[in-house]
């Protein structure tokens, strides 16, 4: 297994939620000598200086200041979140027979089916009281905890023809017996090193216990849950530390909340990306709108690969396969961002870096996603283009990508960080 392979799956294993993720990534910054900043404090920005600024715990923005001067930005745009359930930690159920069942609540859209039939346990954080001040505490309970039992064939002989899911009813998991309606708590509490009587509040989330793992005949393929979009955003974030100075400031950003919307504080649709850079730009006595027109976003969000068993769903000519390289994703409608002139500066990183490029096209009667592109234009106005890496089974559980895909995209944006970007005269 190559180095970065191996790196990507404890990434993985190690981000059960969005707050472990930008956990992780700020250790990762801070070994990498980056000083954070504090949005509720002064910022004092060097030359030469790298920063990175964190919010709400499940976002995070990291810049590197050129020492001599520079333009614009060289952007990058990934998310931390992933669909999932999130547990209603007060809600008692009423569940018949010898069980305690936990309430959850959907988050984003997910393939219901893949919840079913596996171990699953809790991670988010915890808001406690200490001694007067509301702190944070991040909590992954690392045990096989839950499971949401499907109903035996014989029960329902339609099963496998046309099931349909209630979440209210079908996707409630099993924590154990009827005498332990108070335990759930009482662990989270115990694995966050806090009282239960101390937790004012949670986020806690579900997820599954199956670790990453690479696979196949000639371990082409890697499997984990939240590869969309950890796999783009681990990988956007190798490429950012290992890109050469430029002339353009290099930053990172890991949104969350993109599976429901984005429109939350964290996400891409809030002012984050912009206070931040109109911060920088003040500091450095730039103007903010001088130095949009000669940036660029690369909004890396995972692409779908042609399905073995069902290869009707990909569009005619255009079919992405999973180690044929980065995907650019086009859309007529702009549902994506990319335009022939991001492309353009896109497929010149690919080039320099000696990276392949597959494209992306819904079938024309097929309406696909959308992403974080257009949602960040919306609040600042550079010029974007819309990737992804190649993947299969997109919102399950458990999600199969490339293994080669996560390499070429750390050798692009290595290359477009590099880069600088003029306004098209
Ligand atoms: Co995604």
New binding site residues.
Partial sequence: MDSFTKKLLSFLDGSPSSYHAVENVKNILEEAGYTRLLEGEKWAIQPGGKYFVMRNQSALLAFRVPAGSFSGFMLSAS?SDRPTFRIKERTKLDTPGDYTRIAVERYGGMLMSTWLDRPLSVAGRVLINADGRVESRLVALSKDLLLIPNVAIHMNRSANDNMSYNPAVDLLPILGGADCKDDLMEQVAESAGVQKEDILSADLYLYNRQKATVWGSREEYVSAQGL??LQCAFATLEGFLQAEEGQSAPVYCLFDN??VGSCTRQGADSAFLKDTLSRVCEALGMDLRQAMAQSMLVSA??AHAQHPNHPEYADVGNRPQMNGGIVIKHSANQRYATDGLSEAVFRMACQKADVPVQDFYNRADLPGGS?LGNISISQLAVSTVDIGLPQLA?HSSYETAGVKDGGYLVRAMAAFFAMSCQELA
Avoid: G, L, P, S
Wanted: a negative charge; proline letters at 0%; hydrophobic letters at 10%.
């Fill in positions: 998310h969309d979009d993109e599976e969000d995972n992403t997109m």
